[in-house]
Every structure is written in structure tokens, then in C-alpha cells.
């Protein structure tokens, strides 16, 4: 289970001192920023992030819900009965790719830009759980791990389809 406990703990961000999930939703953006890059060397449209984007948040869902009961038992603190261990970050990365599908990056700058606004809006509606993400939280197996991220990403996302399609 060496595998799973890598891709759980967002390939090691999981273990991070303090503020384990910043550091995974961090990490999204860095792989989001290296694709994005990449495809800029490559000559492809700014849009062709997006169905990359999608395609990780779906493989990161995967993995939380295949490997979320695994990871509950070994990382849980049995006084505690933890649902969501912290070192567990998976979910961050696909909360966190699911606030940035379908915003304009047309440039280096406006992919900051989006990038961190995103950030933000993202780490703020996981860290205050707006219903249903609370609710959703407590169902069992992986689904309580990923679908309170989930909400939040979609929070942060529709907040940002505003931010950067009506106001900037």
C-alpha cells in the first residue's frame, strides 16, 4: 500500500508540518501551472488545460474514493475516530482542480491571477464548509473525504466563473 499512501498524501504534501490541506491544494496548482506551461511550449490553446484539469480531478476522485476507507484505517487516530486524516490531501488536489475548469488562462499573467483567486476562494469554502459540504463530510468510506472538497471546488469555481467573466 505504498502506492496508495503516496497518492493519498498527495505524493508527501499530506505530511506537512501544519496546514496539510493549503499544502495540497498548493500542489494542485503546481501541477496545474507546470501543464499549463507545458502546453504554452507546445503551441496548444489556452482551453486545452481544461479537459487535463477535468481529467486529474476525476482520477483524483477515483483514488479517494477507492483508497479513502484504506487510508481512514491506517492514518485515523483511534481515540479520535477521524474521518478525514489530514495527511490525506487527494482530496484537496481534486477540490482544488475542480475551482479552475472552465476560467480563461490566455496568458502567464491571467493564469496567476486565476490561479491565485482561485486559491483563495478554494481554501475558504473548505476550510467554512457552506451546506452541503458539512453534510456530505460525514458519509462513510472515501466518498466524506472527497465530497466536502468537492463542494467547495464547485463553490470556488462558480464564484470565480463570476469574478472573471462579470467583474475582472
Known sequence: MRVARWVMSGLGLGYAPA??????????LAVTAAAWAILGLAGSACWAIHPIVLGLTLLASWGCVH??????AYYADRARK?????????DEFAGQWLALIGLAMPDARRMLLVLTVQFVLFRLFDVLKPPPARQLEKLPFGWGILLDDLAAGAYANLVGQVVFRVIL
Do not use: E, H, N, Y
Open 82 to 90: 477521524d474521518k478525514d486524516p489530514g495527511q490525506v490531501v487527494l
Open 19 to 28: 496546514a496539510s490541506g493549503t499544502f495540497g491544494s498548493a500542489g494542485a
Open 67 to 72: 483508497w479513502g476507507p484504506w487510508a481512514c
